[in-house]
């Protein structure tokens, strides 16, 4: 195979800590420690590698990467290597001398997550106690500092018939872009698949609502928002297909085709810590086994979509079907794609609690980070 472009962007997973616990976190199950965390000098020889490689964006993630003290300064250091830079935030650690700071270190762009356009709902998913209120203040904040901002809602049945006030929050705040992101299930997700996968009579009223509203706000509000995959009849170019356009590294280092690549069997993934950063993404096995078109089964390996789609979602594969090679089944095409019917069909029943997204009590209890005692005690909140 010819050596693969340069990735566009570098998702940097600075630390999975966090003080919120949203059901559907990205993160996976099995969260990685303070204590193996990258320090500061590492992460800047991540970004001088990938700036090298010809890397475009990075994308400061978590957890929730202003839990970290360097957060600011690895800003600064990535903007110094002309790479575009956004914060992906759960808002609720900053305030207006750290919004400040970062806009000085050369931050492009926020990009802030908001569970619910109602108060006591936002606390209930994040679990976290006046999470909503932290959030309105920080948007405010950003636009005030001149960065800036996406509103980004993770949608599901226990929110999404406020969609229109979520719309409404985004012209508010003066963000520039909302993204409407319909939760894909893998990891917490998954696990909370009942509690949050809505109803085809949801989905149908929230996507007249995006229609509506993005021909509305043309030019005022840029609107991303798309079908999720349980309710489609094609797949998603997952990531821009594997190994193409994303490259992630976790918090202890370890190299990702994306966020999610842990939850596939048989893959091994390499660390910044052993070897560069392109160099893994040329030849290490996990970035190799999904690249490009040989790997694929049928129906995809002839399919007139398969450098469009890419055969889909390798991890929602593996969650659905058990193999990660198997065409993704929210493809209409694909054997397994009666199953997700049926899933949708049992959305009928009251929702179980969530499971929130938490380390382990006993990990907690040896790893909790001093800032987090700056932040208001979570919320035991339950469905
Ligand atoms: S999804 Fe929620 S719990 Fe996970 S990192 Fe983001 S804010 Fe924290
Ligand atoms: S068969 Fe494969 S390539 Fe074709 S549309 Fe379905 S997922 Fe995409």
């Given at each position: 195979m010819n050596a693969p472009?340069?990735?566009?962007?570098?998702?940097?997973?600075?630390?999975?800590?966090?003080?919120?616990?949203?059901?559907?976190?990205?993160?996976?199950?099995?969260?990685?420690?303070?204590?193996?965390?990258?320090?500061?000098?590492?992460?800047?020889?991540?970004?001088?590698?990938?700036?090298?490689?010809?890397?475009?964006?990075?994308?400061?993630?978590?957890?929730?990467?202003?839990v970290r003290r360097d957060l600011e300064a690895l800003v600064r250091h990535a903007s110094s290597r002309e790479l575009y830079t956004n914060l992906i935030t759960s808002g609720v650690l900053l305030d207006a001398a750290r919004i400040a700071e970062l806009a000085r270190a050369g931050l492009d762009h926020v990009q802030l997550s908001l569970q619910d356009s109602d108060g006591p709902n936002c606390d209930r998913i994040a679990g976290f106690d006046g999470a909503q209120a932290r959030k309105f203040e920080v948007a405010r904040l950003v636009r005030k500092a001149g960065l800036a901002l996406t509103l980004n809602i993770v949608v599901h049945r226990q929110n999404l018939e406020r969609l229109p006030a979520m719309i409404e929050l985004a012209l508010e705040f003066g963000a520039h872009r909302l993204e409407i992101a319909h939760v894909q299930y893998y990891g917490w997700a998954l696990k909370n698949r009942a509690a949050l996968l809505p109803t085809r009579a949801q989905l149908e009223a929230a996507n007249a609502v995006a229609d509506e509203a993005r021909e509305r706000l043309r030019g005022r509000l840029a609107i991303d928002y798309v079908v999720p995959d349980y309710?489609?009849?094609?797949?998603?170019?997952?990531?821009?297909?594997?190994?193409?356009?994303?490259?992630?590294?976790?918090p202890s280092g370890k190299v990702l085709p994306c966020h999610a690549a842990e939850t596939l069997p048989g893959l091994e993934f390499d660390s910044v810590r052993q070897r560069p950063l392109a160099d893994i993404w040329r030849h290490s096995q996990a970035f190799q086994r999904f690249r490009g078109t040989d790997w694929m089964p049928e129906p995809c390996r002839s399919c007139e979509r398969r450098e469009i789609d890419w055969g889909g979602c390798r991890c929602q594969a593996f969650a659905l079907t058990g193999d990660g090679a198997n065409t993704d089944p929210a493809c209409e095409l694909s054997p397994h794609h009666g199953s997700l019917i049926e899933i949708t069909e049992q959305t009928g029943a009251p929702p179980p609690p969530f499971h929130y997204r938490r380390f382990s009590s006993k990990a907690a209890s040896g790893a909790r980070p001093a800032e987090d005692a700056r932040a208001p005690a979570r919320t035991p909140s339950r469905v």
């Amino acid at each position: 195979m010819n050596a693969p472009d340069p990735p566009l962007a570098l998702l940097a997973e600075l630390t999975h800590r966090c003080p919120l616990a949203c059901p559907y976190c990205s993160n996976p199950l099995a969260l990685e420690r303070a204590r193996d965390e990258m320090d500061s000098a590492q992460w800047r020889r991540v970004f001088d590698e990938a700036a090298q490689m010809g890397v475009l964006q990075v994308h400061f993630s978590g957890g929730e990467p202003a839990v970290r003290r360097d957060l600011e300064a690895l800003v600064r250091h990535a903007s110094s290597r002309e790479l575009y830079t956004n914060l992906i935030t759960s808002g609720v650690l900053l305030d207006a001398a750290r919004i400040a700071e970062l806009a000085r270190a050369g931050l492009d762009h926020v990009q802030l997550s908001l569970q619910d356009s109602d108060g006591p709902n936002c606390d209930r998913i994040a679990g976290f106690d006046g999470a909503q209120a932290r959030k309105f203040e920080v948007a405010r904040l950003v636009r005030k500092a001149g960065l800036a901002l996406t509103l980004n809602i993770v949608v599901h049945r226990q929110n999404l018939e406020r969609l229109p006030a979520m719309i409404e929050l985004a012209l508010e705040f003066g963000a520039h872009r909302l993204e409407i992101a319909h939760v894909q299930y893998y990891g917490w997700a998954l696990k909370n698949r009942a509690a949050l996968l809505p109803t085809r009579a949801q989905l149908e009223a929230a996507n007249a609502v995006a229609d509506e509203a993005r021909e509305r706000l043309r030019g005022r509000l840029a609107i991303d928002y798309v079908v999720p995959d349980y309710y489609a009849r094609r797949p998603k170019s997952c990531m821009g297909g594997w190994a193409r356009r994303f490259i992630n590294v976790t918090p202890s280092g370890k190299v990702l085709p994306c966020h999610a690549a842990e939850t596939l069997p048989g893959l091994e993934f390499d660390s910044v810590r052993q070897r560069p950063l392109a160099d893994i993404w040329r030849h290490s096995q996990a970035f190799q086994r999904f690249r490009g078109t040989d790997w694929m089964p049928e129906p995809c390996r002839s399919c007139e979509r398969r450098e469009i789609d890419w055969g889909g979602c390798r991890c929602q594969a593996f969650a659905l079907t058990g193999d990660g090679a198997n065409t993704d089944p929210a493809c209409e095409l694909s054997p397994h794609h009666g199953s997700l019917i049926e899933i949708t069909e049992q959305t009928g029943a009251p929702p179980p609690p969530f499971h929130y997204r938490r380390f382990s009590s006993k990990a907690a209890s040896g790893a909790r980070p001093a800032e987090d005692a700056r932040a208001p005690a979570r919320t035991p909140s339950r469905v």
